[in-house]
């Protein structure tokens, strides 16, 4: 979201129903990519990868922003970094960190420019994204072509199951 001059000293409420897509918001710059990654997106996209998630910029002031994302099964997010520490937190569902299984209530701290992915679990996975920054970019690591034809399979494999998936159940 944009720096609309919004007065940051007085309470505010934010609802999720209102909350703009990451694109919309305008917070995060996608980095160039190198061919192979930009000819890899392609296939992903076409395949239906933007069915795979959805992330919505639930507030953005001045210094503090939050991020929802939920992340079907089966998404394949590729190696990247970005600019701005984040911390996330697991709200529902699962995902592989490196040799890691987190679940809900799990936390992770990623430092500005390290490049990480994650593999999501059976569920799906919603996360909050908390970063001490408004505007943040986003660098593709994935640089391999077998990495991008795994994703688009598994995209279009997923396309028909990704119409009607729930989000993951909470676990309390």
């Known amino acids: 979201m944009a720096d609309d001059g919004q007065d940051t000293a007085k309470f505010q409420i934010f609802r999720a129903a209102d ?52 992340f ?37 701290f990623v430092p500005c420019d390290v490049p990480y992915t994650y593999k999501i679990g059976p569920e799906g996975v919603e996360v909050l994204e908390i970063r001490h920054a408004n505007h943040f970019d986003f660098v593709n690591h994935a640089k391999g072509e077998a990495w991008w034809a795994k994703a688009a399979e598994e995209t279009a494999a997923r396309q028909e199951s990704w119409k009607t998936a729930a989000r993951p159940k909470l676990n309390t």
């Open 19 to 70: 909350a703009p897509g990451l694109m919309e918001a305008g917070c995060m710059e996608v980095k160039p990519f190198n061919p192979v990654q930009r000819s890899g997106m392609d296939r992903a996209l076409a395949a239906g990868y933007v069915g795979g998630d959805e992330i919505k910029v639930l507030t953005d002031v001045p210094g503090f922003g939050l991020t929802h994302v939920w």
């Open 72 to 108: 079907k099964e089966g998404y394949q997010l590729p190696l990247h970094s970005h600019n701005a520490d984040c911390m996330y937190y697991i709200v529902s569902g699962s995902i592989r960190l490196g040799t890691e299984e987190l679940g809900p209530r799990d936390c992770f």
